[in-house]
């Protein structure tokens, strides 16, 4: 076992770099999907509870931000300092927008005339993140120039059309996590907004996988290659047809379904994304310059960090879920309540 | 300006702004979790209420160091990628440990602390506290570890490209000024802290209100400060040794020292010229710096002009940083002793221009932590690892414009951020330790009301109203 890892120890890190980025994408799209959802809401009812329902997890959730971070700087170096500087602008303004979503939980909380300001810093701010994100993913998927080892390209040439529509591509895929999340954490009216704004969303994440799909495999050849090429389409045809079958369960049971149905799906549904994206990209770390073999650190630097990993993580894991144990079922009734009923209150747990 | 001279600047900037933040949290954590621990064996309505009060603090604060510090994390590649390719083997590992143990361990157990009151035992809550303590302890430990391995690098080996690979564990991370920088900045923090709680019980006794918490805490928090002002001097005094031995001309410029002498004098004050190698002004004591640098009447202490100008660092900002901090520990210690005659007088909790000066300290810890810093930091350029690495070499290849623009940004976001932080805190401060629910009953949180507006508290009986009270609002 040992040995097979040691033999595959690229393979071992990149397997470890996606799963963090899927963690993240999945833990923090719920509550940026929250946050993309805030000011549709009908009511300032519905958006305290909506608020309320991801105050304790959120900063977990973007942890794994921090941790996709280091462990690529740890890992794959290459990747870390020829990406960032890449993409530049995005990353910074990121950084903003994660930086006025999260300062909006502790002030929102505390204003009293001024609230709509803290409203629109988080919605924004959540937006805002999704879109930086999407346009570092277009720009991954377009390539990067690199000379020397080193990025090669000015300020601005991150930027492509294929980057917008992934974007927007993500504001819709993360407000359906967070439309999940909603009626799975939430009732009566505050759901029934969820539901509602589910339909939306889906339409949107759909389409837009759709064009994101099609239009990257029209303009790089690299990835109509790894997809259309012989032995590929077979074996590949899995992933989109799976999606479809997601697509339509997800679209049948918003209204119908139990309430833990639509959050479970969309989750499922960004896995295949990302599966659909390792495809396209695999075998770069910064696509078409540096592979997962060139761009890996110091086998004794490699060594060291295993032993955290496979140690801590897990034990990370679990207290995380925990920590999502702890403040199960539903969020209007309970939180923040010393005394909180047991048991009529927690009609529903999360795992 | 060039794309190095913004990205040094913007570092210079965020970084400062993040540890402010980590100041705050580390020792408030532990003092929260001291209060969650007394309220646990104790059952006295005090520390809950003093609990509950810090924590609103605490969370503001810990908000505002988790969005700054995950700036930074970023800003090493987007700004610093000739560095992060140089150091990535060493310095990647340290960072990737800190995430797992120290920011994973606050992320899980933050919620529980913050929320979580109520629905998990007195005890439980204590543990989360604790555990949010802890993370924030190893933080700090990892990131002083990295800061000190560019300091006093050990362990690890450049190549011909410039790229370091680590030859052993223990030593990149024990390097040689790593105790003495970890035990400095930990006692930083910690004193910090108590300055802030004798400073804002010390505003409440003055006005007379919710005296009973206050003294309790003004009490706690003189004794700490006790302890800790003298510990911070010593711990200073051992870490100016440590640097005299492996960075002799940041210790230089800190004295302001420009020849090599036996037995030099200690420069009180003076201007430090640089274009003329030499002090203007200088109000020196002889014979002092030899004493308290090497213990001996006549020993040899190296001057600036053992190297070229060009490898000096700015010597002004240095030396006069380090003043700021060493006179602000003076201040302190004087303070915490001033304390402890009043209370031996039992006069402590009446005496109002004592209470004063206590509310005056307030933000000093965190200023000489700020200088602390520059010093650390300025003294070791030209070099960003120290003797291996130039800060020049270090810069990542982006344009100045991006950079600069960057650097226009982060300054006003970051002044509106400490503007609004001190209002909320600030008006948090001000209401004090009570037990009301805080502000609004239908907002959720950390003030024992629920969604519905339900409080499931009772309210005091005849509490006084918050300072600008959302009830009148109505929102
Ligand atoms: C002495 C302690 C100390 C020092 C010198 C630094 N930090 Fe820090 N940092 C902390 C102590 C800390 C902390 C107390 O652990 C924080 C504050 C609030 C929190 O959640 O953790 C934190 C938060 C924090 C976070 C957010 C973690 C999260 O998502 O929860 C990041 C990414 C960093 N820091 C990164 C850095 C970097 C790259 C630094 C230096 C260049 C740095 N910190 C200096
Ligand atoms: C008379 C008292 C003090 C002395 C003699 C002293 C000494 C020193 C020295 C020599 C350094 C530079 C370390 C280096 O070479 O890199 C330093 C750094 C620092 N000091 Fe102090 N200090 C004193 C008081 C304080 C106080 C009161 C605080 C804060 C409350 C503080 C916070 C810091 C911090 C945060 C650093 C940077 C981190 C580090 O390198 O440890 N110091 N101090
Ligand atoms: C949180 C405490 C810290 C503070 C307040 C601080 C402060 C500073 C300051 C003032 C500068 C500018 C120095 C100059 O340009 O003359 C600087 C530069 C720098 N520091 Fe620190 N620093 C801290 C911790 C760290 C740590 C932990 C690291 C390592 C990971 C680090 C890495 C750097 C780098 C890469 C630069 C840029 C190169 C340079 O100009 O020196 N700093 N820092």
């Known amino acids: 076992m040992i040995a097979f890892l040691t033999a595959h120890i690229a393979l071992v890190f990149a397997a470890l770099a996606v799963f963090c980025v899927v963690v993240y994408v999945l833990a923090d799209g719920l509550d940026l999907g929250v946050g993309i959802l805030f000011l549709a809401a009908p009511r300032d009812a519905d958006r305290d509870v909506m608020m309320a329902s991801i105050e304790p997890v959120w900063d977990g959730n973007e942890t794994w931000l921090v941790a996709g971070g280091t462990l690529l700087l740890a890992a794959f170096p290459a990747g870390y300092y020829i990406l960032l500087p890449a993409f530049y602008l995005p990353i910074v303004t990121m950084l903003f927008a994660l930086i006025l979503r999260g300062v909006a939980f502790g002030f929102r909380l505390q204003a009293t005339r001024f609230r709509f300001v803290w409203d629109l810093a988080f919605a924004g701010g959540s937006i805002l993140a999704a879109l930086c994100q999407g346009l570092i993913l277009g720009g991954l998927i377009d390539g990067v120039p690199v000379a020397d080892g080193m990025f090669a390209g000015g300020p601005f040439s991150f930027l492509s059309l294929l980057g917008l529509l992934c974007g927007i591509g993500l504001i819709g895929g993360y407000a359906l996590i967070g439309a999940g999340w909603l009626i799975l954490k939430t009732e009566g009216r505050t759901q029934i907004f969820a539901r509602e704004i589910a339909h939306a969303a889906l339409i949107l994440v759909a389409v837009m996988m759709l064009v994101v799909s099609g239009w990257s495999a029209l303009t790089v050849p690299e990835v109509a290659a790894r997809w259309f090429s012989l032995p590929n389409i077979v074996l590949l045809a899995p992933v989109p047809l799976v999606t479809l079958a997601v697509i339509v369960a997800l679209w049948r049971g918003i209204w119908t379904g139990g309430e833990k149905r639509t959050f479970a799906l969309a989750l499922v549904l960004f896995a295949l994304g990302l599966i659909g994206l390792v495809v396209s990209l695999w075998p770069y770390v910064v696509p078409r310059a540096v592979t997962v073999w060139d761009g890996l650190a110091d086998p004794q630097s490699l060594t060291f960090i295993s032993f955290g990993l496979a140690v801590v993580l897990p034990v990370v894991l679990a207290y995380q879920a925990h920590a999502y144990w702890v403040f199960r079922g539903k969020t209007l009734t309970e939180h923040g309540a010393y005394d909180a009923p047991d048991g009529a209150a927690r009609p529903e747990s999360l795992s | 300006m060039d794309a190095v001279a913004f990205a040094r600047l913007q570092f210079a900037f965020t970084v400062g702004f993040h540890i402010l933040w980590p100041t705050l949290t580390i020792g408030l954590a532990w ?87 109520g629905r998990v035992s007195k005890g439980a809550h204590v543990f989360a506290s604790l555990m949010v303590s802890v993370g924030a302890l190893f933080s700090a430990t990892w990131i002083i570890a990295a800061n000190s391995w560019m300091q006093t690098p050990a362990g690890a080996v450049a190549d011909a490209d410039g790229i370091f690979h680590v030859v052993n564990w223990w030593d990149v991370v024990f390097t040689a000024s790593f105790p003495y920088r970890l035990a400095h900045m930990v006692c930083a923090s910690f004193l910090t802290v108590s300055f802030v709680v004798a400073g804002v019980s010390a505003f409440h006794l003055w006005r007379g209100r919710q005296v009973k918490a206050s003294r309790t805490a003004f009490s706690m928090a003189l004794w700490m400060a006790l302890v800790l002002a003298p510990t911070q001097i010593a711990l200073g005094d051992l870490h100016g040794r440590n640097t005299l031995e492996h960075q002799p001309i940041k210790l230089a410029a800190m004295e302001g020292l420009w020849e090599t002498t036996k037995g ?116 070791r350029q030209p070099w960003v690892i120290y003797g291996q690495l130039r800060t020049a070499d270090a810069v990542a290849p982006v344009s100045a414009g991006a950079v600069g623009a ?13 503007l609004t932080f001190l209002w909320f805190a600030g008006r948090a401060a001000i209401a004090g330790p009570t037990d009301l629910p805080m502000p609004v009953e239908t907002h959720p949180g950390l003030d024992g009301t629920n969604m519905s507006g339900r409080a499931t508290l009772p309210p005091a009986p005849n509490a006084p109203a918050l300072p600008g009270a959302p009830h009148a609002a109505g929102a």
């Not at chain 2, 621990?37 to 505002?64: C, D």
């Not at chain 2, 610093?80 to 990647?92: E, I, K, M, P």
């Not at chain 2, 002092?288 to 002009?305: F, I, M, N, P, Q």
Request: proline share 5%; with cysteine.
């Open chain 2, 406 to 418: 960057s650097l226009i940004g982060f300054f006003l976001l970051y002044n509106v951020l400490m």
């Open chain 2, 31 to 117: 003092f929260v979790t001291c209060l969650s621990a007394l309220w646990w064996r104790t059952g006295k309505p005090v520390y809950r209420q003093l609990m509950r009060f810090w924590m609103r603090i605490f969370a503001l604060g810990f908000g505002m160091g988790v969005v700054t510090g995950i700036v930074l994390s970023y800003e090493i590649g987007t700004n610093w990628a000739g560095f992060s390719r140089s150091a990535s083997n060493v310095l990647g590992p340290l960072f990737l440990y800190e995430t797992l143990t120290a920011f994973f361990l606050e992320a899980g157990f933050i919620g529980i602390m913050l929320f979580g009151e």
């Open chain 2, 264 to 379: 030099p004098a200690m420069t009180l004050i003076a201007w430090p010229d640089m274009a003329a190698q030499k002090n203007l002004y200088a109000l020196d004591i002889p014979h002092l710096a030899s004493l308290y640098l090497t213990h001996s009447w006549d020993g040899e202490v190296e001057g600036l002009k053992a190297v070229p100008p060009a490898d000096q660092p700015n010597v002004p900002v240095v030396f006069f940083a380090f003043r700021i901090m060493a006179g602000i520990g003076m201040v302190l210690l004087g303070t915490a002793m001033t304390g402890l005659v009043l209370r031996l007088r039992h006069r402590l909790f009446e005496t109002r221009w004592f209470l004063g000066l206590a509310m005056a300290t307030t933000p000093l810890g965190f200023i000489a932590v700020i200088a602390g810093w520059t010093v650390t930091e300025a003294g």
